[in-house]
C-alpha cells in the first residue's frame, strides 16, 4: 500500500511510480497505489478522512 499526496513536495509522483513497480515480490492484487489528490506530503493532516477511509478499505478488501 502506497498512498502519496499529489503535490508530495517529498516523493514526487514519478518516484511514487518507482517504489510501486519496485514491489516485484507483491503480485498486481496485493499492493495498491493511490494519488491523493490536493494533497501534499501530510496526508493523514490534509486529506485526513480520505486517507483513512482509503486504508481501511484496503484492509477490508484484504481480510474478505
Known sequence: ML?????DYS???EQGNMIY?????LSEDKK?????LNASHN???EAKELYFDSIKLFF?????
Open 11 to 13: 516523493i514526487g509522483i
Open 32 to 36: 495498491e497505489l493511490k494519488i491523493i
Open 43 to 45: 496526508l493523514n493532516l
Open 60 to 64: 477490508d478488501k484484504k481480510n474478505n
Open 3 to 7: 498512498y502519496k499526496g499529489e503535490y
Open 21 to 25: 513497480n519496485g514491489l516485484k515480490g
